[in-house]
T-cell receptor
Framework: EAQVTQNPRYLITVTGKKLTVTCSQNMNHEYMSWYRQDPGLGLRQIYY???????DKGDVPEGYKVSRKEKRNFPLILESPSPNQTSLYFC????????????FGPGTRLTVL | AQSVTQLGSHVSVSEGALVLLRCNYSSSVPPYLFWYVQYPNQGLQLLLKYTSAATLVKGINGFEAEFKKSETSFHLTKPSAHMSDAAEYFC?????????????FGTGTRLTIIP
């Protein structure tokens, strides 16, 4: 089954404790992206990757890091989480063109205390 | 830069009634437009998309949307609402240029169906 998986689905942590949210897709997509969803703000892009070893900032990159060492994986790293990073996070992937459908993971609900 | 405005953060309709969710876009170049649906505790899935072919686009679950350039709109409609349509709906825009072919999302509209 074609899918985007994320782990963990739920995470409660404390300020300053480094964490990683994993994302994996099995569709051989080139483009991958991370979004955060906050009430009243919709989804905002954090980082994206056009292909392996190619990553760049989206609209709200502060406090986040990413890496793309393999085509299928695109982990999101919070080196020192803060309460304002409490949010619902989605990973997405697509082939690459503007017209392509983005496929979304199930989401990771992160709470930073 | 492109942007999307969704009018009405909450919309309630009776079962069997017309569903109309509004979306207006802003873009300096011809855009590609998408509607995504998010069911509770799930990720987003594509309902339909406009990619400069036919202006009336049909999607899954009986939804359709019409691209109107003169009104810069891409409203989502369904003739008869079903209880299973209760969800949050997001309009999104993408512009064709090499680089970050990202989606820019609206703030979402939560659709409630009244039995």
């Amino acid at each position: 089954e074609a899918q985007v998986t994320q782990n963990p689905r739920y995470l409660i942590t404390v300020t300053g404790k480094k964490l990683t949210v994993t994302c994996s897709q099995n569709m051989n997509h080139e483009y991958m992206s991370w979004y955060r969803q906050d009430p009243g703000l919709g989804l905002r892009q954090i980082y994206y990757s056009m292909n392996v070893e190619v990553t760049d900032k989206g609209d709200v990159p502060e406090g986040y890091k990413v890496s793309r060492k393999e085509k299928r994986n695109f982990p999101l790293i919070l080196e020192s989480p803060s309460p304002n990073q409490t949010s619902l996070y989605f990973c997405a992937s697509k082939w690459g063109a503007n017209t392509d459908t983005q496929y979304f993971g199930p989401g990771t609900r992160l709470t930073v205390l | 830069a492109q942007s999307v405005t969704q009018l009405g953060s909450h919309v309630s309709v009776s079962e069997g009634a017309l569903v109309l969710l509004r979306c207006n876009y802003s873009s300096s170049v011809p855009p590609y437009l998408f509607w995504y649906v998010q069911y509770p505790n799930q990720g987003l899935q594509l309902l339909l998309k406009y990619t400069s072919a036919a202006t009336l686009v049909k999607g899954i679950n009986g939804f359709e949307a019409e691209f109107k350039k003169s009104e810069t709109s891409f409203h989502l409609t369904k003739p008869s609402a079903h209880m299973s349509d209760a969800a949050e709906y997001f309009c999104a825009v993408s512009v064709p240029y090499f680089g970050n072919e990202k989606l820019t999302f609206g703030t979402g509209t939560r659709l409630t169906i009244i039995p």
